[in-house]
């Protein structure tokens, strides 16, 4: 039998696993799917042992699957939070983030930008950000892949991984349901634009309630940048870094997020990523020691090239 080693995103992913039980635990007897998501999880949460022990040796596809699979449980893990806003929380936790956001910005900027800047040209670059976010995300992920680069994917998956479920736990937590649920959303010629249509289409094949508070999509267009200095060319870095300056306009532009929101995606980005998964490296796997994100000027063009950042 082929067996291979538990990585960190491994125990992150049967320790998220293990925390969703416990929590749909609460809900038996009082939601009638809530037993079999139970089980689901502790199901879910034994998978990455199963993988370490194979009777063959894997293939290529199979080790990618084996390297991949923590971020097809993230698009899993996200469908079911707006089952646990409903069953865990009767009402959200918008009021105290509206007040804050007055507080630090003045205004509710998701109120009055659209409104103060409807060119159909300025809203299409905007959601144009929002909606390349999507793909962005999952592109440099199996782009390593391809190029056979596996610490570098490993570190990545890592990265993301934290960096959603990290996300996750707040907005089970502290649920927040943000200006796309609750404001009136503008109206104007820019409803035609094409990406404004695209964005509102995504968002109707699975948004969640209650996963405002850090925006995501902040979240984790920072990370793909700190990804992109630590793995990739400098082009490349600076065309993530400009997309992740991109959505963190478009979340307000947009009306999808308050102001604050997106200022706690920055923070909670920055955080997970130079703090939490460097500790969770080490203490996962203390026989390697975890590499820092590096500062932008120690960046080394030599380790970015195509395949040599193994």
């Known amino acids: ?42 199901v879910a949460a034994t998978l990455p ?26 698009m899993a893990f996200w469908t079911e939070l707006d089952y646990l806003r409903t069953h865990l929380h009767a009402v959200a936790n918008d009021a105290p983030i509206i007040v804050l956001d007055r507080a630090i910005f003045g205004t509710h900027l998701h109120d ?13 670059v905007l959601h ?16 390593l892949a391809a190029q056979k680069r596996k610490t570098a994917l490993q570190d990545v998956i890592l990265r993301l991984t934290v960096t959603y479920l990290g996300c996750y736990l707040v907005y089970i937590a502290f649920p927040v349901d ?22 509102r289409v995504a968002q109707g094949m699975g948004d969640s309630r209650g996963a405002a508070f850090p925006s995501s999509h902040v979240t984790a267009a920072v990370t793909i940048a700190i990804i992109g200095w630590r793995w990739f060319s400098r082009p490349v870095a600076l065309l993530l870094s400009l997309e992740a300056i991109g959505v963190v306009m478009a979340t ?15 923070v909670w980005a920055v955080g997970l990523q130079t703090l939490v998964v460097p500790a969770l490296a080490t203490l996962l796997n203390p026989k390697k020691k975890a590499t820092p994100v590096p500062h932008l000027r120690s960046y080394r063009p030599a380790l970015e090239i195509s395949g040599g950042g193994t």
């Open 1 to 42: 039998m082929n067996t291979q080693r538990l990585n960190p995103v491994d125990l992150v992913v049967m320790g998220y696993n293990i925390l969703l039980a416990a929590v749909w635990s609460l809900l038996i007897g009082r939601v009638s799917y809530a037993p079999l998501v139970f089980i689901a999880h502790i």
């Open 49 to 74: 042992v199963l993988l370490t022990r194979t009777p063959v040796a894997p293939t290529r596809a199979t080790a990618t699957l084996r390297d991949l699979y923590p971020l097809i449980w993230v």
């Open 112 to 124: 009055v930008w659209i409104a103060a800047a409807p060119q159909v040209w300025l809203s299409e």
């Open 128 to 143: 144009f950000s929002y909606f390349v976010y999507y793909p962005l995300i999952f592109i440099p992920p199996l782009i």
């Open 178 to 199: 943000g200006p796309h649920f609750l404001a009136t959303q503008f109206q104007g010629p820019l409803t035609e634009g094409f990406f404004y249509k695209l964005v």
């Open 252 to 266: 307000v532009y947009t009306q999808n997020h308050y102001a604050v929101d997106s200022l706690a995606g920055v």
